[in-house]
Every structure is written in structure tokens, then in C-alpha cells.
């Protein structure tokens, strides 16, 4: 029976991954036709309207008493989201997807700061790690034309470990993990509406609709299928097996765009990717 658990929750990750990584093949792609705050716009919106419609279809209730936490959650992750969609469209993949996954060891970090924890000292040393391969990672694009790209990837990556602390205290309220996830989008929705009135929309037609239904139908399966892979399998497998998206975005670039890795990035996305498996150890 764990065997099967752990299998089934694999599963879901493995698939979860592809689709984090189509997200950002959709995002690089669409970012040649619509700014990043419209490329989170839409990639928001498919989302409300999915999970909403399916909670609708099964009768769900929306209300909640933890809308506090909703809203800190959904302003924190919608700037997280935001950095990401830049970095993606003025960084290789592989590179921006990296960055994002800085999450947990930054994650770890503010478990310590804000809410003093202790942690093992293999996490600890997850965090050197980490912050070695951040180091490691930027060095080429500090010293470029894209440096702007890179600091904002690696703070989506801060502000992306900060919005799990939320979603953890959620949990623990007993939240339900469908409206987590609804009032995130439905919040980052409303959040782009605002910004999108102080910019000019770039019009969609039947040339680049594909783009922004394949951002926002890649996002939605992808946050599923993780839900599905942390509810049903063992949490930290599914959680290092997230670092799939990584590996996949890398294929990505390397198809679409030719991009190539030096050594060093490899370095140090392996540091990364080592560093939140250890810092999301207890």
C-alpha cells in the first residue's frame, strides 16, 4: 500500500513537472506578443474560471474565515508570479526555472527568521549550498545585459518561499486545498486587471490565442496534478521530485532555442536543486 502511494504521488509530480515546464515554453514563447503582466493575467484568469466552474459543478462553498491569509498569500505569490513570467522571457529556461526554485531553501530561511524554528544542520547546510549556487548561477548574468532579469528571478524565488509560509498556515486551519489555489488566482486576477488599466493590451487573435491557452491550461494542470502528487504520495519524495522542472525545462531551451549550459550553470543548478532537497528536510 505505501508503495502504491508513493507511486501514485510520484506520478502526479513527474506530470506536474512537464507542465510547470510547458508553462514556461508557453511563457518565453507568448512574451514575443503580450507583456509579463498580461501573459499572468490570462494564465490567472483560465485558472478562476476552471477551478471555479469545477467548484461551482460540485457545489462547493467559497466562503472562508481565512480570507486574512488568502489575501496576504495571493499579494505575495501574484508579485512572486509576476518576477517569474520577466525572468522567463529575458532568461534561458533552464536559468529562470532555477532561480524560481530557490523557493524552499528561501523558504527554510524565513521558518528561522520569522517564526524560530530550528533547523537540522543538513538543512543548514542545504542553505550554504544554495546560496553558493545562486552565487555561482548569477556571476554570468550580473555581468550582462540581463542582470535586471536575474535579480528578479531570484527574488520571485524569495517572494515564492514566503507565500508557501501562508499556504502552510492554511493548511494547518484546516483550508481546503481547491480554494488555496482559487483565491490565489482569483486575487492575482483582479491584481492584473489593476495593473493592465496603467498599460496598453496587445490584441488577441487567432495567432496567439494558442500561447495564452497553452500558459494557462499548462499552469492549471500542473497546480492539480502537484496538489494531487502531495495529497496522495509521500511529501518529500513529491517535493524533490518537483526539481523535475528543472531538468525539463533545460530539454525545452535546448529544442526551442538551442540554449546551451556551461558547466558552471550546470554546477550550480545542481547545488540548488540539492539545496532544497536538503533545506525541505525536518
Not at 269 to 274: A, E, H, P, S, T
Not at 276 to 282: E, N, S
Request: hydrophobic letters at 55%.
Amino acid at each position: 500500500m505505501r508503495y502504491r502511494q508513493w507511486r501514485l504521488g510520484s506520478g502526479w509530480m513527474v506530470v506536474a513537472a512537464v507542465f510547470f515546464a510547458l508553462m514556461g515554453l508557453f511563457v518565453k514563447l507568448g512574451a514575443k506578443h503580450f507583456s509579463s503582466t498580461e501573459l499572468v493575467f490570462w494564465r490567472t484568469l483560465i485558472g478562476v474560471l476552471t477551478l471555479g466552474g469545477a467548484a461551482l459543478w460540485r457545489r462547493e462553498r467559497f466562503a472562508t474565515p481565512l480570507l486574512r491569509y488568502h489575501l496576504q498569500r495571493g499579494v505575495i505569490g501574484y508579485a512572486s508570479l509576476l518576477m517569474s513570467f520577466y525572468a522567463i522571457a529575458h532568461l534561458p529556461l533552464a536559468t529562470a526555472s532555477t532561480l524560481t526554485y530557490t523557493s524552499p531553501m528561501f523558504l527554510a530561511l524565513l521558518s528561522v527568521v520569522l517564526l524560530k524554528e530550528k533547523l537540522p544542520r543538513q538543512a543548514m547546510a542545504g542553505l550554504a549550498l544554495g546560496f553558493i549556487g545562486v552565487v555561482v548561477l548569477l556571476k554570468p548574468t550580473l555581468s550582462g545585459e540581463v542582470w535586471f532579469a536575474g535579480l528578479l528571478g531570484l527574488v520571485s524565488g524569495f517572494l515564492a518561499g514566503w507565500s508557501y509560509l501562508h499556504v502552510r498556515e492554511l493548511g494547518r486551519q484546516g483550508e481546503a486545498e481547491w480554494r488555496v489555489v482559487f483565491y490565489f488566482a482569483l486575487i492575482s486576477t483582479v491584481g492584473g486587471l489593476l495593473l493592465l488599466s496603467l498599460e496598453r493590451w496587445h490584441p488577441v487573435t487567432l495567432e496567439n490565442v494558442w500561447l495564452l491557452l497553452g500558459v494557462g491550461g499548462a499552469a492549471t494542470v500542473a497546480q492539480l496534478a502537484m496538489t494531487r502528487a502531495y495529497k496522495v504520495g509521500r511529501k518529500l519524495a513529491a517535493a524533490n521530485l518537483s526539481y523535475l522542472t528543472v531538468v525539463f525545462s533545460c530539454l525545452l531551451g535546448a529544442l526551442a532555442w538551442g540554449d546551451a549550459l556551461t558547466a558552471d550553470s550546470l554546477l550550480a543548478m545542481g547545488l540548488i536543486i540539492v539545496s532544497g532537497m536538503l533545506a525541505g528536510r525536518r
